[in-house]
T-cell receptor, first 110, second 116 residues
Framework: GEDVEQSLFLSVREGDSSVINCTYT??????LYWYKQEPGAGLQLLTY?????DMKQDQRLTVLLNKKDKHLSLRIADTQTGDSAIYFC??????????FGDGTTLTVKP | EAGVAQSPRYKIIEKRQSVAFWCNPI?????LYWYQQILGQGPKLLIQ????????DSQLPKDRFSAERLKGVDSTLKIQPAKLEDSAVYLC??????????????FGPGTRLTVL
């Protein structure tokens, strides 16, 4: 089945850009997602990208996809303290079924 | 629009006891998912329903876990008997259809289970 891997921790200063990386194994993944999880809460979908796209931008968020290397990244511009959370990468290989990475904990220091 | 509702939010039980979790999806959502999220890990799919039918329960430990969605709306997940390793957050999610890989899943706040 699909494996999704992420680095565990990232720490940045407020106002800097954050880049969270993810690698996946199944080249048939048709959609790739980024979710945000704050303490005590469920997962919130931030953005997703279709596998035939290289880049998607949505306000402060930029998703880059390198399908050849099976590498996905999420860039958050002008990172704020409210962006501190755990970010999960997920891939869909079958209709409606997602495989999640173990999450990257983003800490934003004032 | 109301989100996905789950109850209880927290549950503490002793091993070998039984426990049940309830989920009410967003109105009109045909697909319902139960995930198990162990501390420090990503969510792992336990079971997926399309209306009141099971689409995927390949990762559900069927010797102790069961789930139902009898009327195709709300759902119950049960563990009987619980083991220490079942301590986790149980997340429910719902989506409109599930026939497209882009079908967005909306998550509830989860039930945190502690087994002592």
């Amino acid at each position: 089945g699909e494996d999704v891997e992420q680095s565990l921790f990232l720490s940045v200063r407020e106002g800097d850009s954050s880049v969270i990386n993810c690698t996946y194994t199944d080249s048939s993944s048709t959609y790739l997602y980024w979710y945000k999880q704050e303490p005590g809460a469920g997962l919130q979908l931030l953005t997703y990208i279709f596998s035939n796209m290289d880049m998607k931008q949505d306000q402060r968020l930029t998703v880059l996809l390198n399908k050849k290397d099976k590498h996905l990244s999420l860039r958050i511009a002008d990172t704020q303290t409210g962006d501190s959370a755990i970010y999960f990468c997920a891939g869909n290989t079958n209709a409606g079924k997602s495989t999640f990475g173990d999450g990257t904990t983003l800490t934003v220091k004032p | 629009e109301a989100g996905v509702a789950q109850s209880p939010r927290y549950k503490i039980i002793e091993k070998r006891q039984s426990v049940a979790f309830w989920c009410n999806p967003i109105s009109g959502h045909a697909t319902l998912y139960w995930y198990q999220q162990i501390l420090g890990q990503g969510p792992k799919l336990l079971i997926q329903f399309q209306n009141n039918g099971v689409v995927d329960d390949s990762q559900l430990p069927k010797d102790r876990f069961s789930a139902e969605r009898l009327k195709g709306v709300d759902s119950t997940l049960k563990i009987q008997p619980a083991k220490l390793e079942d301590s986790a957050v149980y997340l429910c999610a719902s989506s409109l259809g599930g026939i497209s890989s882009s079908d967005t899943q909306y998550f509830g706040p989860g039930t945190r289970l502690t087994v002592l």
